[in-house]
C-alpha cells in the first residue's frame, strides 16, 4: 500500500469528498477516496436537505428518477411555535418540484452510497472503514507539503501529490489546532438531534397534504427552542419523517438541558403531534453542524492540502443550507487539483485557485453576507421567546372575535405589546435583526 | 398530555432510543478523562448534559466518585469534546470498523 501514489486523496466521502473525488477522476486523476463508516452515510446524519443545484453541477447527466432521494420538496415554511400555539408561514409551488427541481429530502445512509458510487463509476478507488488519523508532510516536517495520510489500517500510510479533507466538522485533529482563531469552540457549533418516525408513504401524502413524490421541509422557530438559540425541522421522507432540533452547543451546556429533552418537547408541541402520532420511531440520530460561518473559516488551503465541506465550516445556517455548499466546495477543490496537476505545482500558490473560485461563488459569498446573523441572534435571546411570544398575542387579535369593537381591542393590543417591550426598542431590534440579515 | 399509549409521543428514554441505533464496540474506549481530578473539580459537568447519548455519568458510591464513559453508546457527535470546559476528554472517532452505523442518517 506504501509503494501506491496517487495524484489526489480525499479524506471523507459524504457529499463534499465524493463530489471532489467524481470530479478528478472524471479529469483522468488517479484518485483514492477514504471513508470510515463501513459504508458511505453509515455516520453521517443531516435534516436533511439537498439541493438540485448542486447535484446538477456535480453529475452532468443528473436524473433525480435514478438517485434515492426521499422527495421532491414542493413546499417550505418557517412555523413560529410558541406555547400551543402555531404562526405558519410557508410557500408551495410545482415549479419547486418541477425540472430543474430545487431541492430533495434525503436520508444520508441510502443517498451518501450513491453519490459516492457516482465517483467510483467515474474511476476513483473507494476505501470504507479507513479512519485518517493525521496528514504525512515532506521530511515530517510540520509545516511541510501535504504529500499523504496516515490511516488506522495496518501499513495504512497513503501517498499522493494532493489531500483533499473532507472530513466533517472535526476535520483532523491537527487542522483544527492550526485554525487561525484555534480550535472550534462551543459556541460555533451547534448540536442536532433528530428521530426519523415511520408513517408508511401514503400516510405522509395524506398528512401534509402532499402529490405522490413530492415532499415538505419546515424549520420551526420560536419557544419549541426553550428560548436557546436554535431551529427545529420536520422534513418528509418517502415513508418516514425526520424530527430534530439544534441549538448552539454552549448554550444547551449553559442551560444544563439534554438534547433529547429538548427533542421531546418539540415532538409533544400540539401543532406537531398529530404529523407524528401512530408512527413509530426508527432512529434516533446526533450531529454537530459548524455554524462559525464567515468568521470562523480555517485556511482553505496549504502546500497539497484543500479542506472543504464541513470540515471549512461552509454551512450557512440561517438558510440550512450545508449539502450544497459542500458539494459546491468539494468540485471546486477538485478543479484546483485538476489545475495543479496540469502546472506540476500542488504548493498552496498552486492550489490558490480553490479559495478565489469559492470566494466567487455563492459559498463564500452567502457566507459574508450572513456572518452578522448568527452573533446577533445569539446576542438576542428576545428573538427565541419574547418576539414569538409577542407574534401570538398579534395573531390572537387578527383571528379572535370576541364581540367588542375592533378599534377598542386594538389599543388593547397596542398597549399589551408596549408593556411587553417599548416601541424604541422594538425598533432598534427590528432594524439590527435586518442589517444582521442583510450583510 | 394524554396518556395514549400507541402514540411516538409518549416520551421514550435515551435507552429506549439508543436501541433503535447499530453499534459495534470496540474493546478499549476513543474516549478518556485526561486528568480525572479535573472532572472532580468540575463545574456543572456539561459532558453528563450534553451528550446526545448520556455516554458520560458522575458516579459517586463506595468505590469513590468518578466519571463512567460508556462509549460503546457514542454517537460521534463530539459535543462533549467541545463543550468540555477544560478541554480534558481525550477524543478520537472509533478505530476503523467499530461504533455507530446509522441505517437512516
Sequence with gaps: MEQDKFDLIVVGAGPAGAAAAMRAARAGLDVVLLERGSSPGGKNVMGGVMYGHALRDAIPDFDPRTAPLERTVAEQGYWLLTGEDALRVSYRSPRHAAPPENCFTVLRARFDPWFAGQAEEAGAMMLTGTTVTGLIRRNEDPRGQVIGVRTDRPDGDLLADAVIVASGVHALPELLAARPHGDLRPDQVALAVKEVVHLGEEEVGRRFALAPGQGAAYELLGTITRGLPGVGFLYTNRDTVSIGAGVVLADLAAAGLKPYELLDGVKEHPMLRPFLDGGDVVEYSAHLIPEAGHAGLPDLAGDGLLVAGDAAGLVNSLRREGSNLAITSGLLAADAVIHARETGDSSARGLAGYAESLGRSFVLQDLRRYRQAMPYLRAHPEFFGLYPELAAIAADSVFLATGEPRRQRARKLIAELRRRRSPLRALRDLWGLWRALNG | ?105
Excluded: Q
Design chain 2, 1 to 105: 398530555m394524554s396518556e395514549d399509549n400507541r402514540s411516538p409521543v409518549r416520551r421514550m428514554t435515551v435507552a429506549d432510543r439508543l436501541f433503535l441505533v447499530s453499534f459495534r464496540p470496540a474493546h478499549e474506549s476513543h474516549l478518556r478523562a485526561k486528568d480525572p481530578g479535573l472532572c472532580a473539580e468540575c463545574v456543572g459537568r456539561p459532558c453528563t448534559t450534553v451528550c446526545p447519548a448520556a455516554v458520560y455519568e458522575w458516579l459517586e458510591d463506595t468505590d469513590g466518585a468518578r466519571l463512567v464513559i460508556s462509549f460503546e453508546n457514542c454517537l460521534e457527535c463530539g459535543a462533549c469534546r467541545l463543550a468540555c470546559p477544560e478541554r480534558n476528554i481525550d477524543w478520537a472517532y472509533p478505530p476503523s470498523g467499530h461504533g455507530v452505523t446509522y441505517r437512516y442518517g
